[in-house]
């Protein structure tokens, strides 16, 4: 399966301000994900970052908040922008494995904290 | 709305029981499920994957898959105080994306 470096680990921030999150698969894929979690909660997905394309957001989410760069099989960043503290989450990349009955690697994500 | 439903829990076990935990979907068009174990502070990790209806078994793992209900379990065997974690169902859609459970909070009491 892929090994995923995400940086960085855990930040804090000023409300108002930008963080950008960046995930580096040590393969070529294909799709990567951008999922959220917030406390206690379970993961949601944010969007589906595709290589030369525009991501692909879900219900909920909007390029000017979350917006994502993929500019090549191997790297994305996901930016979480003029932030608030309901931003304050846990922020994962993931990549598929391959065949169907391969499972998805996860980044070790990103703990952020907005104050 | 796709949907991935588990009970929260908290599931509470003693040392050297089965824990059982159960997952329904409502994407009829899922074609593969997994059970990730997460940690707490930690990212999901992948236990098992399964998507042949009946049961799949690796080592104290067991997963089993009913298609017709839209029914998904994990038991373990053997249940020890290092799978106290969290356990979250997965259903992938026919997008490709993963559509994920609650999770369910298991507790092994030694």
């Known amino acids: 399966s892929a090994v995923i470096s995400q940086k960085p680990s855990r930040d804090i921030c000023q409300r108002g301000t930008s963080l950008t999150i960046q995930c580096q698969v040590d393969?070529?894929?294909?799709?990567m994900f951008w999922y959220r979690q917030q406390p206690g909660q379970s993961l949601t997905l944010i969007a589906t970052?595709?290589?030369?394309?525009?991501?692909?957001?879900e219900s909920g989410f909007v390029i000017d908040k979350f917006p994502i760069s993929r500019p090549n099989l191997t790297f994305s960043t996901l930016t979480v922008s003029n932030m608030s503290p309901e931003d304050s989450s846990i922020y994962l990349c993931?990549?598929?494995?391959?065949?169907?009955?391969?499972?998805?690697?996860f980044g070790s994500g990103t703990r952020l904290t907005v104050v | 709305q796709k949907e991935v439903e588990q009970n929260s829990g908290p599931l509470s076990v003693p040392e050297g029981a089965i824990a059982s935990l159960n997952c329904t979907y409502s994407?009829?068009?899922?074609?593969?499920f997994f059970w990730y174990r997460q940690y707490s502070g930690k990212s999901p990790e992948l236990i098992m994957s399964?998507?042949?209806?009946g049961d799949k078994e690796d080592g104290r793992f067991t997963a089993q898959l009913n298609k017709a209900s839209q029914y998904v379990s994990l038991l373990i065997r053997d249940s020890q105080p290092s799978d106290s974690a969290t356990y979250l169902c997965?259903?992938?859609?026919?997008?490709?994306?993963?559509?994920f459970g609650q999770g369910t909070e298991l507790s092994v009491k030694p």
């Open positions: 993931s990549v598929p494995g391959t065949g169907k009955n391969y499972g998805y690697t």
């Open positions: 393969s070529q894929v294909t799709m």
């Open positions: 970052a595709n290589q030369g394309s525009e991501a692909t957001y």
């Open positions: 994407d009829r068009g899922s074609q593969s």
């Open positions: 399964i998507y042949s209806n």
């Open positions: 997965a259903a992938r859609d026919q997008g490709g994306k993963l559509i």
